[in-house]
């Protein structure tokens, strides 16, 4: 898996690429906290879960269902979140999703099972450049911990910040670019 704070990344760049009249502050954290729940399925390790069960790591909880459930309970407190209900379902599965996602670009583990419940098979993407973070804090302050967050930043936070980039100055309303370039958006009515 990549390190929790890197699958802060995908919707921090979404978020933030769109900006805050589309993907509100509060939208914004439930994205991240969705993108990151995922992994406390590790707290099965302590319980005994065994890895490759469904309910061990990279399990049902990285599963696309499992996000769907999470963008479902979002739309329901869509009004807390300040957003719409489709909004917030929309924006918080894709963000959960991105963690499965991510994790199969990893060079470690056991898959992921994406397809729960329809499958327990433990899936990759053929390209894995991201390397596999170690479980553990001293682990992760070691020398592999530093070439986790290279490979992290070179694979995950680069090609996020330059989406960003890309959806904040070139896919956002033109309105908000003929604004940056001094030109007045004309009215619909005349």
């Not at 419940?117 to 302050?141: K, M, N, T, Y």
């Not at 995950?156 to 070139?170: E, I, R, S």
């Not at 003929?178 to 619909?188: H, M, N």
Request: with cysteine.
């Amino acid at each position: 898996m990549p390190t929790i704070i890197t699958h802060a990344a995908i919707p921090l760049a979404i978020g933030l690429g769109l900006g805050s009249s589309v993907v509100s502050r509060r939208l914004l954290l439930a994205g991240v906290a969705a993108s990151m729940l995922p992994d406390a399925d590790v707290l099965g390790f302590h319980l005994g879960v065994p890895y490759g069960h469904a309910l061990g790591h990279r399990g049902v909880s990285h599963a696309l269902v499992s996000a769907v459930l999470m963008g479902l309970t979002a739309a329901l407190g869509a009004p807390w979140i300040k957003s719409t209900r489709l909004k917030a379902f929309l924006f918080v599965a894709i963000c959960m999703a991105s963690h499965g996602v991510l994790d199969m670009l990893t060079d470690g583990g056991k898959g992921v099972a994406l397809f729960w419940p329809f499958s327990e098979q433990r899936h990759f993407f053929p390209w894995r450049p991201v390397a596999v973070s170690p479980l553990g804090l001293d682990r992760i302050l070691s020398r592999r911990g530093l070439e986790v967050a290279l490979s992290e930043l070179r694979w995950v936070w680069l090609p996020a910040l330059t989406a960003c980039a890309t959806m904040y100055f070139g896919v956002r309303p033109l309105s908000r670019n003929s604004f940056l370039i001094g030109v007045r958006p004309q009215d619909p009515g005349n």
